[in-house]
């Protein structure tokens, strides 16, 4: 059973940092590509970043320069660390899998991220 469970979300201020991590069981991790994506209300979910087993990572433009995506192999992590963080970002971010095969597509339950002050 796929599961990917998400952390490090919550309220902060315009200009502060969070890190969120997602933690994976039941893939082979390194054979899949991770991803961040983010779903604002009455808008549609969007990539935020990719990370490739060989850690070739791809941002979507807005997040360039403020977000960096890793991955841990040996222990099936991947994080999300974003900095200078814009009310713009708030949204619900969801940890994507993303296998060789095009069914091998998991999503975890994603975790609400809000920039406010």
């Known amino acids: 059973q796929v599961q990917l469970v998400e952390s490090g979300g919550g309220l902060v201020q315009p200009g502060g940092s969070l890190r969120l991590s997602c933690a994976a069981s039941?893939?082979?991790?390194?054979?899949?590509?991770m991803g961040w994506y983010r779903q604002a209300p009455g808008k549609q979910r969007e990539l935020v970043a990719s990370?490739?087993?060989?850690?070739?990572?791809n941002y979507v433009d807005s997040v360039k320069g403020r977000f960096t995506i890793s991955r841990d192999n040996a222990k099936n992590m991947v994080y999300l660390q974003m900095n200078s963080l814009k009310p713009e970002d708030t949204a619900v971010y969801y940890c994507?899998?993303?296998?060789?095969?095009?069914?091998?597509?998991?999503w975890g339950q994603g975790i609400q991220v809000t920039v406010s002050s």
């Open positions: 990370c490739t087993f060989g850690s070739s990572t």
């Open positions: 994507n899998a993303r296998g060789p095969v095009m069914w091998q597509n998991y």
């Open positions: 039941g893939i082979i991790f390194s054979r899949y590509t």
